[in-house]
Every structure is written in structure tokens, then in C-alpha cells.
């Protein structure tokens, strides 16, 4: 992380957003200024001046806004604060400035990270209907709302408007769909996958290392092979008690 990301991981979460919507409100009246002083300048060199210093501002609202999207990401996906993420993201909801269909989104993740999947399926369906959205972005959402979706129907274990038994026809094609398949092998069908113990723990963020490792140890259970499953539990019952696999892992170890 560079200097202004350590800075603004130490930020609450309605302090980054307030220094958000202070970008967003500045390159408003910034950008009329600019365009009143470019109709007055007549010398090339204060046209240059002006551009130049310009850029610069530009740059530093770019700058700015990109490092509070990666402080969030740092914060849910390694950090795993979820109160903090959660925080933010509900300003933006207030807001009528606010993203609505990334903050639904955002926030229908946090709710399934917490185990409250009612509301994150709610929070979801808000996400999909909301407007303004590009085509692109609409298309990002919807890949990782049929996700969260397939993991959540696994943990109800009921057969939602997005039923399991449709799977293939629901995730589509996606990067993720072997280990989606397994997760559904293991945590609705109730039987082994070969995917865990024949691939290796290759997820880059801490949160979803997290999760693999709890899918794995459900699995561990189904070969029985209670020794390493204990194993894995116990490592996760260490993690964030916020996250509901956390409390899971120690319900499971109770058990065995």
C-alpha cells in the first residue's frame, strides 16, 4: 500500500466517504471554472498554464477516488473489517450522490460474510434493479450475484427462485464454476469432492482463503477424515468472529 492508502485505511468509514463526496462536489465547480477561463484566455502560454494545472487537478481527484476503491477492497478482503466497509457503503445508499447499485451490492456481500442471508439476498435484488448502470458493470454484478446466490441457497439448503438444481444454467459461464460446482457438491448434495483435495488453495485474498478453507474442511468431514477437518476448524475458529464461517468452524469443533 502507498502512503495516501495507509492514511485512509486508518479513516472511519463515513470519513471516507465524506472525503469521497468532497471529490465529487469539487470537480463540479472546478470543471465550470475551467471552462469560463478557457473562454477568456487569449496568450497560448496562460492556455498552457491553465491545462496543465488542470490535469494536475484531475489527476489528483483520479488519484484520490482510486485509493479509496482500493483501501475498500483492502478493508473487506483482507483486513475483513466489516463494520468499516459496511459503514461506508451505507452513506452511499443515503446519499443522493451515492453509487446505489455498487453499494447494494457491496452490501448484500457483507451480509453473506455476516451469515444474514436473507437480507443479502435482498440487498442483491435492489442491486439488480437499480439504474445508471452500464452494461459492463451491470454484467460484473450479475456474475457475482449468481455466486454469492449458489453459496447462499448451499447454506439455507432450500430451493430458492434460483434453484441448485440448476446450477449449470444459473452461474453460466464462469471463472469460478468447478470450485462453484464443488461448493455445491459438498454443502448441499452432502457428498466429497475430489476438487478440494486434488487442487490447491489458489484464492489471493485473505476472505476468501477463509472461505476455501471452511469448504475444504466440510469436505475433510464427508471423506472422514476428522483429524484434518478438526485441523482446519481450528484455524478458522482463530479468524474474525464476525464472519459466520468463523462460528461455524466453532460449532464444528464442539461436535467432533
Request: proline letters at 2%.
Amino acid at each position: 500500500m502507498n502512503k495516501l492508502e495507509i492514511k485512509l485505511i486508518n479513516l472511519s468509514g463515513d470519513s471516507l466517504f465524506i472525503l469521497w463526496r468532497f471529490g465529487i462536489l469539487m470537480i463540479v465547480p472546478i470543471t465550470g471554472i475551467a471552462i469560463i477561463t478557457l473562454s477568456l484566455l487569449k496568450l497560448s502560454t496562460n492556455l498552457y498554464t491553465f491545462i496543465t494545472m488542470f490535469t494536475l487537478v484531475l489527476l489528483l481527484y483520479y488519484l484520490l477516488v482510486k485509493g479509496i476503491d482500493k483501501t475498500l477492497i483492502f478493508l473487506l478482503m483482507e483486513q475483513i473489517d466489516l463494520d468499516k466497509y459496511e459503514a461506508y457503503w451505507l452513506k452511499h445508499i443515503e446519499s443522493k450522490l451515492g453509487i446505489k447499485a455498487l453499494a447494494f451490492h457491496a452490501l448484500g456481500t457483507v451480509s453473506f460474510f455476516r451469515g444474514n442471508f436473507e437480507r443479502a439476498l435482498d440487498y442483491f435484488e435492489q442491486s439488480r434493479r437499480s439504474k445508471g448502470q452500464t452494461s459492463k458493470a451491470r454484467q460484473s454484478f450479475e456474475d457475482g450475484r449468481k455466486e454469492y446466490i449458489t453459496q447462499i441457497n448451499c447454506f439455507m439448503n432450500e430451493k430458492a427462485s434460483d434453484g441448485i438444481n440448476d446450477f449449470p444454467i444459473l452461474v453460466g459461464k464462469n471463472n469460478h464454476f468447478d470450485y462453484l460446482q464443488a461448493i455445491v457438491d459438498v454443502m448441499y448434495f452432502k457428498k466429497p469432492s475430489l476438487f478440494f483435495e486434488q487442487n490447491e488453495d489458489s484464492q489471493r485474498t485473505k476472505i476468501s482463503q477463509l472461505m476455501y478453507t471452511f469448504y475444504k474442511a466440510q469436505n475433510s468431514l464427508l471423506l472422514g477424515n476428522r483429524e484434518e477437518a478438526q485441523r482446519l476448524f481450528s484455524e478458522l475458529s482463530k479468524e474474525n468472529p464476525q464472519l459466520f464461517i468463523v462460528q461455524e468452524a466453532k460449532k464444528k469443533l464442539s461436535e467432533l
